[in-house]
Every structure is written in C-alpha cells, then in structure tokens.
C-alpha cells in the first residue's frame, strides 16, 4: 500500500508560480505511474499532468506550456511546477498513485491552490 501526501498549495495573484510536492512511502513507487488531478468547487475532479515510470508526460491541454510534472524516485516525490497561474486553475489539487496499472487507486489528501485577479 502507498500513502501520499501532498504539500506547496497556497494563496497567490494571477500569473505567479508554485510548485506542488507529492511525497510517498509505503510500497515502491518507481514502477507507478502519478498523476496530478485537480476539483474545482462545482466540478468534476479532472486528470491535470501525469508521469510514467520511464518519466513519459502528459497534460491537459489548460495546462501545457504553464506545468510541469516531475518525479525523483530516489526521494519518491512528484513534483508539479506551476507557472502562469490563473485564476480558473483555483482548485484542490491532488496527487495519485496508478499502482500497478490498475487505476488510481492511492491519493492523498489535496492541497489548496487559490489564484486571485
């Protein structure tokens, strides 16, 4: 079993940066792939950036070019750099494990991002 716990939310003006830190222990975590979700108040929890074992990315297409998600197994931390806030990117943000590529089945507790105008 993993756990996972998120830190570096926060509250900031439009256009500034943060970057989310997503620690883990537990089972081993260099073979899962970890994503970034985020939920918005009155919205569905959506898929923002993930990460492979073999440091393969994805993005949603809000986000390309303004996050970057990355990962030191050494650590077992994910990171996701977040430039060029705006406000629509305020959300919960949340970190998952796909453990054994078996679906997101470890989160952890969410850290606030609040991005004022």
């Known amino acids: 079993q993993v756990q996972l716990v998120e830190s570096g939310g926060g509250l900031l003006q439009a256009g500034g940066s943060l970057r989310l830190s997503c620690a883990a222990s537990?089972?081993?975590?260099?073979?899962?792939?970890m994503g970034w979700f985020r939920q918005a108040p009155g919205k569905e929890r959506e898929l923002v950036a993930r990460i492979t074992w073999n440091l393969g990315t994805w993005y949603t297409e809000s986000v390309k070019g303004r996050f970057t998600i990355s990962r030191d197994n050494a650590k077992k931390t994910v990171y996701l750099q977040m430039n060029s806030l705006k406000p629509e990117d305020t959300a919960v943000y949340y970190c998952a494990a796909n453990v054994g590529g078996n679906g997101y089945s470890a989160w952890g507790q969410g850290t606030q991002v609040t991005v004022s105008s």
């Open positions: 537990g089972r081993t975590f260099s073979t899962d792939t």
